[in-house]
């Protein structure tokens, strides 16, 4: 989303950062004409405090020489408000401007300290339907801790997305994506379903649901029928708003696949086909790979996997 001046790189490929409370997780994905993507680094360190953060990551980025590599990480989700709106009828070149004093009274800090970015979603045209459009509000507070955290680790940080966009990007891997995926990603705290197709993004609806709650449920169907709940309303609110053929799989992140009985509840009870992302069919990766991603580096996975759009 969020861009900064182009460098001379000399590594292949994109690598994704995610960076956490406890630690940060490294994914470097290559893309090759007709083959998987290749994940060719994946490793993590984790971090006591935060005065330990850049002397921990810059040894992290001194072992795959991120000052040469492109790098692009991931905002937390209290650093950024996403917004689906009506899209002003002005020029693509201001279309930035049109939309801050658009969204101005829809967030909870004063928008000259935000940074936005805007995305189209495509829609059927029809006679008085108005086009859609997402916005993205971001703290610039947030964005400038990510970027002095890179700057003091020696890490070229090129890319600042968010959680939304590197789940689309890991949606546009599955075969699924081609006739429609929704997906959902669990974290300790929180909750995260996206519909995409073709490698757009429809759709996005925040859970304040985790592993955790899951966890200490004494008995979680309660907690797996809110999370059923919440995906029927995303399914039938894509339904009526975008008029796209039906949504019929829905994948799951690793983390919530170890869930027991949830893909099992929600194969069962909603009108879809559940299953759980198998990043081995999915990319090329070495062995033991595929557990660090799981665990810990999905949306370092998702940033690393981003293609180049052209922008607005």
Not at 35 to 45: D, E, L, M, Y
Not at 46 to 63: F, H, I, M, P, Q
Not at 88 to 109: C, G, N, T
Not at 231 to 247: G, N
Request: glycine residues 6%.
């Amino acid at each position: 989303m969020f861009l900064f001046l182009k460098r001379r790189h000399l590594l292949p490929g994109l690598t994704g950062l995610e960076l956490r409370a406890d630690g940060a997780t490294l994914v470097r994905v290559v893309r090759e004409p007709g083959r998987a993507p290749r994940v060719t680094a994946c490793a993590g360190v984790e971090w006591s405090d935060a005065n330990d953060k850049a002397r921990t990551l810059g040894r992290l980025a001194a072992v795959h020489d991120l000052g040469r590599a492109r790098c692009a990480t991931v905002l937390d989700a209290d650093d950024y408000s996403l917004l689906l709106t009506e899209a002003p009828d002005v020029p693509s070149d201001e279309l930035r401007a049109a939309m801050r004093w658009r969204v101005k009274d829809l967030i909870d800090f004063h928008i000259d300290d935000a940074t936005i970015d805007v995305f189209d979603v495509t829609a059927p045209s029809s006679p008085g339907r108005t086009r859609s459009m997402y916005v993205v509000v971001a703290r610039n507070s947030a964005i400038q801790r990510r970027v002095d955290l890179c700057d003091a680790a020696g890490v070229a940080l090129d890319i600042i997305d968010i959680p939304e966009m590197a789940q689309r990007n890991l949606a546009s891997i599955l075969p699924e994506d081609v006739s429609g995926v929704a997906m959902l990603t669990l974290t300790e705290t929180r909750g995260l379903i996206t519909i995409t197709r073709q490698g757009e993004l429809f759709l996005s609806r925040r859970l304040d649901l985790g592993l955790e709650a899951l966890r200490r449920a004494a008995d979680a169907t309660p907690l797996f029928e809110q999370i059923g709940l919440e995906l029927q309303r995303s399914l039938d609110y894509f339904d009526s708003h975008f008029r796209q053929a039906q949504i019929d799989r829905l994948v799951l992140s690793p983390s919530a696949g170890a869930v027991a009985g949830l893909v099992e509840h929600l194969d069962r009870n909603l009108n879809l086909s559940a299953s759980v992302l198998d990043l081995a069919a999915a990319l090329q990766l070495e062995s033991g790979h595929a557990e660090l991603l799981a665990e810990r580096g999905l949306m370092a996975l998702g940033a690393a996997l981003r293609v180049e759009e052209k922008a607005l």
